[in-house]
């Protein structure tokens, strides 16, 4: 399976800031990397898929970078409703996975 | 407006069975592959199972494999997951979600509230 590992595993950031989220793969995934965000009780949402492709909706601060085995998440500039978790999630092999999960909490 | 709603949720006993369902509406349900994906208390997500738009193919996690069965009505506009064996490991929200249309990199674009298996 592919393993897929986040940092930080959790952050403390103020509004305005700019943060990044590293995604590393055990194995090449090439660009199969999604990115989700996910608030307690709500339901996930896509942000970014094919590593760097912005799900319609997503406000354009959110952007994806990388490939093959690291990946990035930016936030441009923090706003109050991005606090919350974000996953990154490999669909090129079998079984589809997900990161353990990056909390952004409000310093 | 796409929607998924998930039912059939609940309390069931260790080695009990349940069935899940998820109604969509606001797209063509037959165009879309669909996927049931969990999160455990305090933990992460998980995906659990996969069928394509044409019923033709279904994968499965590990952990689940031999004991749920995903299965799509088209003609209903829902998704079910059959699931037997149940242990204290599968309490978990679960979460039905759709593939992104024609897309190659499989993301899950839309997803419902999710419903609670609780195995106790």
């Known amino acids: 399976d592919i393993q897929l590992t986040q940092s930080p595993s959790s952050l403390s950031a103020s509004v305005g800031d700019r943060v990044t989220i590293i995604c590393r793969a055990s194995?090449?995934?090439?660009?199969?990397l999604n990115w989700y965000q996910k608030k307690p009780g709500k339901a996930p949402e896509l942000l970014i898929f094919g590593a760097s492709n912005l799900q319609s909706g997503v406000p354009s601060r959110f952007s994806g970078g990388g490939s093959g085995t690291e990946f990035t998440l930016t936030i441009s500039s923090l706003h109050p409703e991005d606090f919350a978790t974000y996953y990154c999630q490999q669909t090129y092999l079998l079984p589809w996975t997900f990161g353990q999960g990056t909390k952004v909490e409000i310093k | 407006e796409v929607q998924l709603v998930e039912s059939g949720g609940g309390l069931v006993q260790p080695g009990g069975s349940l069935r899940l369902s998820c109604a969509a509406s606001g797209f063509i349900f037959n165009n879309h592959g669909m996927t049931w994906v969990r999160q455990a208390p305090g933990k992460g997500l998980e995906w659990v199972s996969y069928i394509s738009s044409s019923d033709s193919t279904i994968y499965y996690a590990d952990s689940v494999r031999g004991r749920f069965t995903i299965s799509r009505d088209d003609a209903k506009k829902s998704l079910f997951l059959q699931m037997n064996s149940l242990r204290a490991e599968d309490t978990a929200v679960y979460y039905c979600a759709r593939l992104r249309y024609s897309s190659s990199w499989r993301p899950f674009d839309s997803w419902g509230q999710g419903i609670l298996v609780t195995v106790s």
């Open positions: 194995q090449n995934t090439i660009t199969y």
